[in-house]
């Protein structure tokens, strides 16, 4: 297995959390009409972070078109 880069796992971090507090967000607000606390965002930038990886080891794989 291919280790992954710290830069790149940082990027797919930050990436995740954004993901995460923006949906989790948009769900909040159009479910209660409130803006719920930040650590009702945990699970949902947790589970962000995993779909960017997921998604980065997916097209990671795939040779290049040329």
Known sequence: MKLV???HLIGLLFA???F???LGA???TA???AVLSSTAYLPLTI???LI???LQQAFHKQK???
């Open 52 to 54: 960017m990886f997921l």
């Open 16 to 18: 995740g959390v954004s």
């Open 20 to 22: 995460g507090i923006s």
């Open 5 to 7: 880069h710290p830069l």
């Open 26 to 28: 948009g769900l909040a």
């Open 64 to 66: 290049p078109i040329a």
């Open 47 to 49: 589970s962000g972070g």
């Open 31 to 33: 479910e209660t009409g």
